[in-house]
Each structure stands twice: as structure tokens, then as C-alpha cells.
């Protein structure tokens, strides 16, 4: 006979009772209400139904699109074993022999199954009413994690609206849209973001992020034309999926041709030496505004059947807000582009009046030393070491000459928009080819400490040499004899550092406070485009900008870059 107050493992639900399991429910879900973490709620449940129902050990597990067996994450015991393909065929829905001594759950999350709870007692012999209550905590939990999915939903969108609200460079934009995608599919392959162009009639890789290596992809700026069937059924605001069968793609939301899944299926065949696997899932959304197509949203995931009418609807509530906050940012793109272009041509006739100076001093020496050579030659008074060296002087003054418009040249030709890898050290050798006799000239002492191996920056070219450009030239305009030009540049971690600073007349703080407005100058010829060019060209680098002065005292622009934005980001 069993004493007073001893649980029965033959039915361990009638220790509780019915009563004290939905107080039990009733506090599970006032603790966990608010609860954001899908995992720690699951824990949460399975600890419940142990204690509920005297389960010995328990697990959590979950099932992948095309996997035989259920991946467990969580156990309570270690030395527990658990039959994965048991629990995989029960997610499946197959007919399989649940032990009596055993108690599962289903977990449906994004509109399928996902997961199971499963509880065991060794030697017990679980009734229907435990059964019962063990799928009740089971619903409890889903519930929860619904919730806690549909607040990841707005955190999310509100990510993105944000972003648009700061009015985020269009790179940047876009993988926060790609990186919100991931958080909300949990895809396993890979999204890009491809922009139509209308001229070209091609779609290009824009953003593109790889989840098997977490990495950004290396596709960014591949082209592919854009067939005028596919145009038409790009041109609708719907969201396509298909699943790979074979060799094949099969389109399981409607009739559209396959042959857009063959077209963003870029990457078919894997590379020698490379261990990418292929894709077995695509989802692919219009991005449509009133001037009509903008681009593609392409998500991937490894496995044929990953994806359901979840994730379309997921993906269709972000494509009208995606699609205009992409447009609006291209659109303040390329007007920022024509700003830097007009900037750039201010900068070169700006450069022209300030190294004429330098050209005619180098000139004016080597007229009088030739019209001299010319005489001694005519009237045989030629003395050769005399004559060599006024040539070696010539010679200087010449290379002085090629060296100035040799950087011009540079400068007026580098205009290629493709990001490449930018080294600091020669960036500024270019930049000072133009100033270095002025500087001089002026009697302006210029510090260079900017070491050759610094970690490189992947960027623009031009437009990094735009912002060195418009720093020094404002240094050069501030100093004068007896100042200094100091650049400088180290690494700090993830972190690259610019320093540009003067010791020069300096700004008064009221000045200063304005010059974070584009065109504020005080300069006569200015037109107060430059700095506000350096704060942009530093922002689509993802970097900070802080400029400090002091009259009297100088001036100190301090640029700080991510180093790890690298080739793919």
C-alpha cells in the first residue's frame, strides 16, 4: 500500500488534478507573456511538464525540411537517448508507436510543424488525460512563441522604418532589409537584393548575404539580362516560390514560368574546391513602385519545402514599404552623386588656381637656365659641370611640373564607380602630389605618419581621394608660415583611424556649429559643399566624422572606419 501523499507513476496526472494544472497554465503564461526568446519558452513548457506529470527526463527537438531524423536542442539529462527518427516521423505526421512510458507535443511555428516536446517517465504508463495536459502546455508554448514571433515582426519593420527615417545610404538600407528577412525565415542558404536596370534591361546584385558562412556574398555587381517574358511577370507585386526536384524547379504558388527560378539560380554548379551546397528552395518578390519595376528579393534556403504560405505573407507585408524606401534612397543617392560630380569639378578648378603657382615657379626657373645653356652654346663659352648642373636643376623643376599634373590627371580621371581595396598610405601620396609645393611654398611644415601596412578600406577611389582632397585643401587655405599639417592614420581594433589637423587660424565655435549645414563657407570662393561631402562620403563607409577648432589653435578632423565592411559588404 502506497503511503499518503506518494505520486503514482501509473497515472501521475491525478496527483495534480485538473484544478492545479490550469493554475499551472495560468502563471506559465502571465511569466512568459511578454517572453521573446522561442527557446527559453520551450524549456520553460518542458520543465512544467515534468513537474506536472512526474517525467524522469525530457527534450526538445526540431525537423528541417528534408531531414530523416529531428535535431534535438535541448535535453535535461545527458546520458538520455532519444529515438530522433521516432520524433521526426511524429512531426511528420506518420503513423508511429509512441511508448506508453513517453508523452510528445507538437510545436507548430510558421505555419508548419516544427517541433516536439517529449517527456518520459521509465516504467510509468502515461493516460489520455496526462496526454491531454502534456498538448495543452504543448499549445501554451505555441501560443507564446507565435507571439513572441509577431513582436519580432514589428521590432523588425520598425528596424527598417528607422533606417528610412535616418535616410540610410541604399548599400545599407539594403542589408538591414536582407538581415530583418533572416531574422524573421531563418533562411539557411542565402538572400540578395537585385536592382532592375531599366536602360540596360538587366537585374544586378546589389546586396547579398550568405547564411551557411555567415558572410556577405561575393555576386555583389553581376549582371544578368532581363528577357521581356520575365519582365511582364516580374512587373506583378507578388511573391513566387519554388523548390528544386531533381535537375528542375517547381513553382508551388502558381503558374508563372520556372525559368525566373533558373535565372537567380546564379550559382547552379558549385565551383572546384568549393563546398557551397546548392539551393533547394527559392522565394522571389517583386519590388514595384509607380515608375514600375525596382527589383527582385530573392531568398534561398538549402532544402526543397522550407518554405510555405508563411513566409509569402511575411515577405509580402514588407515588400511596399521596401520597395519605396529603396527607391527614395536611390533617388537621394544619385542626387548626392551629382553633388560630389559638381563638387569634384569645383575642386579641380580650385586645384588649378592653387598649383598654377607652383607650375610657374618651377617653369620660371628652368626659361632663364636653357636661354643661358642656349648662350654659352652660341658664343662657345659652354662649360660642361657648370652646364651639368643647371640641367639637373631643369630636370627638378620638371618633375616638380609632371608630378603636379600627374596628380590632376589622376584625380580628373578617377571617376570609376566599382568599390576596390583603397591603401590609406598611397590614397594620401596621390592627394599630397598636389600640395606638396604649395605647402612648402607657403612654409607650412607637413607631418606624414600613415604606415603602408594599415588594413586597406573597400571603397571608392575617387571618392576617398575626393575627401582627402577637400580636408587638406582646407588645411592648406587655413596655415600659413610657421604652421604645421599633420596626417595621420592607425588601427584600433576593428577600427581604421584618419587624422587631418593644422595648427592654422582655427574656426570660431559659432562657425563650427554651422558647418554641419551644407553651404555654409567662410571662404570668398566657396561654396560650402566640401565638408559636407567629407561627412557623406565618410557615412556611406558606415564611419564617424568629428571635426574640432579653436581660433588661434587649428582645426582636427578625426574619421574613424569599420574595417571588417570589407569586399562584401
Known amino acids: ?23 499551472q497554465l495560468w502563471k506559465f503564461r502571465i511569466q512568459y507573456r511578454e517572453g521573446r526568446d522561442p527557446e527559453k519558452i520551450l524549456r520553460a513548457a518542458l520543465k512544467l511538464g515534468i513537474d506536472l506529470f512526474g517525467g524522469k527526463e525530457g527534450c526538445i527537438a526540431t525537423i528541417h525540411p528534408g531531414a530523416v531524423e529531428a535535431r534535438l536542442i535541448q535535453k535535461t539529462t545527458e546520458s538520455g537517448w532519444w529515438d530522433r527518427a521516432l520524433l521526426a516521423g511524429f512531426l511528420r505526421g506518420e503513423k508511429v508507436n509512441v511508448p506508453h512510458e513517453m508523452m510528445l507535443a507538437r510545436i507548430r511555428r510558421h505555419g508548419r510543424m516544427w517541433g516536439v516536446l517529449a517527456l518520459r517517465a521509465p516504467g510509468a504508463s502515461f493516460h489520455w488525460d496526462a496526454r491531454q495536459g502534456f498538448s495543452t502546455i504543448g499549445g501554451l508554448a505555441n501560443e ?5 514571433d509577431l ?12 533606417k528610412v527615417m535616418e535616410q540610410s545610404h541604399p548599400k545599407h538600407l539594403s542589408y538591414e532589409l536582407l538581415h530583418g528577412i533572416r531574422s524573421l525565415t531563418a533562411y539557411d542558404h542565402s538572400a540578395a537584393l537585385l536592382i532592375h536596370d531599366a536602360d540596360l534591361g538587366v537585374l544586378e546584385v546589389v546586396a547579398e548575404q550568405i547564411a551557411w558562412r555567415k558572410a556577405k556574398g561575393e555576386n555583389v555587381g553581376r549582371k544578368f539580362p532581363l528577357k521581356k517574358t520575365l519582365h511582364e511577370v516580374l512587373a506583378q507585386p507578388v511573391v513566387r516560390g519554388f523548390d528544386r526536384h531533381g535537375d528542375e524547379w517547381k513553382n508551388w504558388t502558381g503558374g ?29 518578390a517583386s519590388l514595384i513602385t509607380r515608375s514600375g519595376l525596382l527589383g527582385v528579393l530573392k531568398v534561398a534556403s538549402m532544402h526543397a519545402g522550407s518554405f510555405c504560405q508563411y513566409e509569402v505573407d511575411l ?41 598654377s603657382h607652383d607650375v610657374n615657379n618651377a617653369l620660371g626657373a628652368v626659361l632663364p637656365l636653357v636661354q643661358q645653356l642656349l648662350d654659352d652654346v652660341e658664343h662657345g663659352a659652354f662649360d660642361p659641370e657648370e652646364a651639368a648642373g643647371d640641367l639637373r636643376q631643369v630636370e627638378r623643376s620638371i618633375r616638380v611640373c ?9 584625380f580628373a580621371r578617377g571617376s570609376a564607380r566599382n568599390p576596390s581595396d583603397v591603401s590609406l598610405a598611397q590614397a594620401v601620396d596621390a592627394a599630397l602630389l598636389l600640395f606638396r609645393e604649395g605647402l612648402e611654398r607657403r612654409g607650412v611644415a607637413l607631418v606624414v605618419n600613415v604606415a603602408a601596412d594599415l588594413p586597406s578600406l573597400f571603397a571608392v577611389q575617387a571618392d576617398f581621394e575626393q575627401l582627402l582632397l577637400n580636408l587638406i585643401s582646407n588645411a592648406r587655405d587655413a596655415t600659413g608660415p610657421g604652421d604645421r599639417l599633420t596626417i595621420k592614420a592607425g588601427a584600433e581594433g576593428d577600427w581604421l583611424e584618419l587624422v587631418v589637423e593644422d595648427t592654422g587660424c582655427g574656426i570660431s565655435a559659432d562657425d563650427l556649429a554651422k558647418l ?29 566624422f568629428d571635426i574640432r577648432s579653436e581660433p588661434g589653435a587649428g582645426t582636427r578632423v578625426r574619421m574613424r572606419f569599420p574595417t571588417d565592411i570589407g569586399k562584401d559588404g
Open 1 to 23: 500500500m502506497k503511503e499518503e501523499g506518494e505520486r503514482c507513476p501509473l497515472d501521475p496526472v491525478a496527483a495534480t488534478g485538473s484544478t492545479d494544472l490550469t493554475d
Open 144 to 148: 507564446l512563441i507565435d507571439q513572441s
Open 151 to 162: 513582436q519580432r515582426i514589428r521590432e523588425v519593420r520598425a528596424r527598417v522604418d528607422r
Open 256 to 284: 508563372d514560368p520556372t525559368d525566373l527560378a533558373d535565372l537567380l539560380d546564379y550559382d547552379p554548379a558549385p565551383k572546384v574546391g568549393d563546398p557551397a551546397p546548392p539551393e533547394g528552395a527559392i522565394l522571389c
Open 315 to 355: 515577405i509580402s507585408q514588407f515588400l511596399p514599404q521596401a520597395a519605396v524606401a529603396l527607391q527614395n534612397a536611390r533617388r537621394a543617392e544619385t542626387l548626392e552623386r551629382r553633388m560630389i560630380d559638381a563638387e569634384r569639378k569645383h575642386a579641380m578648378a580650385d586645384l588649378a588656381r592653387g598649383v
Open 402 to 410: 609632371r608630378r603636379i599634373f600627374g596628380g590632376m590627371l589622376n
Open 516 to 544: 554641419q549645414e551644407p553651404f555654409f563657407t567662410t571662404k570668398p570662393n566657396g561654396h560650402g559643399l566640401g565638408l559636407a561631402i567629407c561627412r557623406s562620403i565618410t557615412a556611406q563607409l558606415r564611419g564617424q
